[in-house]
Structures are given as structure tokens and as C-alpha cells.
């Protein structure tokens, strides 16, 4: 390099001071009622007095106005003086920039009041009630007493959530005891890489460390206690996993299982009578019916929400998987052992 030569670099501005200067600019055109003229608008945004010269100015315009045209900002252009048609003005029309009212329906009402209450006793009740409080404050009437007896629930029951939502969050390491399809119990040890929802059930995805190799599991089929172990952050999750494309590629093949032989007591039941394949009077207490089904849990889970009033006749698998609800819903309420609220 010649000596006393001196070298120009060139430093592209920051975001934040480009973001500032946008927003003057929007701020000066929206604060006017006459278009500005580009000799106006100069004065009127701070960083356009630092350019260097008009050229400069004119140029860093330029590449502003269509920023905000890209953004959707309606940037108008005007003639400024009939007289002096070769004189342009910018402005921003305040109609077509302001966002408009907010207005919601009754029933758009009832589903925003609804959605709140989903989350009002998980892990988004502080956003879901700052949600609710801003739409109350803009006006909306959120009333309660619209959705009495309506109960919306989102199907997180297993125990095993909240404690696998924290280890993904973390990064940890968990071990707990999985219950495979044929009613066993294996212990797992599992670095969680995500939780889905997939066709209505619940699933972690992961890398079984005993196994060496990724894997998914049915929340549903985890029994008895999560465990973390070790530091958060100890392993990184890869960066092409996507918890519902494993979920989907691992699903085995849905079998269409043996008809359900139930017995129902009588008044109760009628979503499970109206997809009998036939019905039949025991007596005037209980009807038997048989249904088809296709997934033993899913199905042993409505059949056991309906309690004493329908009782699993065949097959085996069926029965003890009601079962095994039963017992785990006693215990959950009772504190009681399980084994002694519910016979085999």
C-alpha cells in the first residue's frame, strides 16, 4: 500500500438504526394532511440530515420507500402544487394504515372465553388471561355465564406430561417404566427431543440411550413416575427432527381387533349403542351389545369413562386395559392402592 494512502471501508448501518430511521419516517408521514415534498421530508427525519450529499439522500429514500411499500404500508404520491405538476409529495393515508376495530360475534366471543379457560390451570395461564384482559380492555364483553356447562378440556391427563414437558424444555434425561402393546413393562431411559399430539394422543420423541437409537412413546403407556436425571443441556436435539413426521413414520399398521362384547346399563351409552353392530335386552338393567374398534387404548380409555355402567365382556385385552384405568383413576382420587379399589 502507497504510503499516506488512506482506505475507505464501507459499514452497512445496523438494523436498529435503520428501523429508527423507517420510523420517523412513517411518524413524519402520518403526522402531515399535505403530501411532503422530498425536500421536506429531508428536514423532517434526522438520519436523512447525515447524508452526504443530495444523490446519497435521494438514494437511501428510494430503498426506504419500498421497504415500507413491502411491509404494506400504503405510501401515497401526490402532486404537491397543481400549478407545478413535476413536484411530488408523500403521505400515508391514516385510513387505509390504522388497524381496524376490533369486533368479534357471540359465538366468536364464547371461543375466545372457552380457549382461555383450556389453559387457565396449565403452563400458558399467565398468557392465556393476558390475552383475555387485553380483549376486555379494547371493549369486548367476554361473559361467562354464555358457556355455563360447557367444559372445553384439552386430553393432557397423563400423569407423565407436565414432568416430559419440562425435560424437553431442559434437556434432560428421563427414565420411566413403558408399557408395551401386549400389556408388559420395560424400563426406558430417554433423552426427550419433543412432545406432539397425533390423532389424539400424546407422544415424546427421543433417543432411547439403552437402545441406541431414536424413538417415540404413547404417553398413555407410561406407567408410574418421569425421572430427570443429570444437568439441563446435556445433549442437543438434531436440528432436522420434527416430532409428528417420527410419530407418523413409526405407527404400526392399525389391525382391526375383534368386536367388543359390552355390557351397558340401561339409559346410559348412546354413543356406544349407536355404533353397535347389534343390541340385546339381558334384562330391563343391562343391554349387550358388540361394537367394532380398531386401537385397544383409545377405546379402553371411553369405555372406562363411563364407570360402573358398562362392563368389557371380550376380549381379554380389552378388559384388562379398562381395568388398568379403573385401578389407576382410584388410586389418583383415593390415594388408596389401586390393586385394592378395583378386582380383577
Do not use: C, M
Given at each position: 500500500m502507497p504510503s499516506g494512502s488512506v482506505t475507505r471501508v464501507s459499514v452497512q448501518p445496523s438494523v436498529a438504526a435503520k428501523t429508527e430511521r423507517l420510523l420517523n419516517l412513517v411518524i413524519a408521514l402520518l403526522s402531515t394532511r399535505m403530501p411532503l415534498t422530498k425536500a421536506r421530508i429531508r428536514t423532517a427525519v434526522p438520519q436523512y440530515l447525515t447524508t452526504a450529499s443530495v444523490e446519497a439522500f435521494d438514494r437511501m429514500f428510494e430503498r426506504d420507500k419500498d421497504e415500507l411499500r413491502e411491509l404494506g404500508i400504503p405510501l401515497e404520491?401526490?402532486?404537491?402544487?397543481?400549478?407545478?405538476?413535476?413536484?411530488?409529495?408523500?403521505r400515508i393515508d391514516r385510513r387505509e394504515?390504522?388497524?381496524?376495530?376490533i369486533a368479534f360475534t357471540p359465538d366468536e366471543v364464547s371461543a375466545l372465553v372457552l380457549a382461555g379457560r383450556i389453559w387457565s390451570q396449565a403452563s400458558?395461564?399467565?398468557?392465556?388471561?393476558?390475552?383475555?384482559?387485553?380483549?376486555?380492555?379494547?371493549?369486548?364483553?367476554?361473559?361467562?355465564?354464555?358457556v355455563v356447562g360447557v367444559e372445553p378440556r384439552i386430553r393432557t391427563q397423563e400423569a407423565s406430561f407436565e414432568p416430559l414437558r419440562r425435560a424437553v424444555q431442559d434437556r434432560r434425561k428421563v427414565t420411566f417404566d413403558y408399557r408395551k402393546a401386549d400389556g408388559?413393562?420395560?424400563?426406558?431411559?430417554?433423552?426427550?427431543?419433543?412432545?406432539?399430539?397425533?390423532?389424539?394422543?400424546?407422544?415424546?420423541?427421543g433417543w432411547d440411550t439403552a437402545r441406541d437409537a431414536e424413538r417415540?412413546?404413547?404417553?398413555?403407556?407410561?406407567?408410574?413416575?418421569?425421572?430427570?436425571?443429570?444437568?439441563?443441556?446435556?445433549?442437543?436435539?438434531?436440528?432436522?427432527?420434527?416430532?409428528?413426521?417420527?410419530?407418523?413414520?413409526?405407527?404400526p399398521e392399525i389391525v382391526?381387533?375383534?368386536?367388543?362384547?359390552?355390557?351397558?346399563?340401561?339409559?346410559?351409552?348412546?354413543?356406544?349403542?349407536?355404533r353397535a353392530r347389534s343390541i340385546g335386552e339381558i334384562d330391563d338393567t343391562w343391554s349387550l351389545i358388540d361394537i367394532d374398534y380398531r386401537d385397544v387404548d383409545s377405546f379402553a380409555a371411553e369405555v372406562a369413562g363411563f364407570g360402573p355402567d358398562v362392563v368389557v365382556e371380550a376380549p381379554v385385552d380389552l378388559q384388562a386395559a379398562v381395568v388398568r384405568?379403573?385401578?389407576?383413576?382410584?388410586?389418583?382420587?383415593?390415594?388408596?392402592?389401586?390393586?385394592?379399589?378395583?378386582?380383577?
Open positions: 404520491t401526490a402532486i404537491v402544487d397543481p400549478l407545478f405538476d413535476d413536484e411530488l409529495g408523500y394504515y390504522a388497524l381496524p376495530e400458558l395461564a399467565a398468557q392465556a388471561n393476558a390475552a383475555l384482559t387485553k380483549l376486555a380492555a379494547t371493549g369486548v364483553v367476554l361473559d361467562d355465564r354464555s408388559t413393562l420395560s424400563a426406558r431411559s430417554v433423552q426427550p427431543w419433543g412432545l406432539t399430539q397425533w390423532r389424539g394422543r400424546w407422544y415424546i420423541t417415540v412413546f404413547r404417553l398413555g403407556r407410561i406407567a408410574g413416575p418421569v425421572t430427570a436425571h443429570g444437568k439441563a443441556g446435556a445433549y442437543a436435539v438434531p436440528a432436522d427432527h420434527v416430532p409428528r413426521v417420527l410419530v407418523r413414520s413409526s405407527e382391526d381387533q375383534p368386536p367388543a362384547i359390552l355390557r351397558v346399563r340401561a339409559g346410559v351409552g348412546n354413543t356406544l349403542r349407536r384405568l379403573l385401578r389407576e383413576a382410584a388410586a389418583r382420587h383415593t390415594g388408596v392402592g389401586a390393586a385394592e379399589q378395583v378386582p380383577s
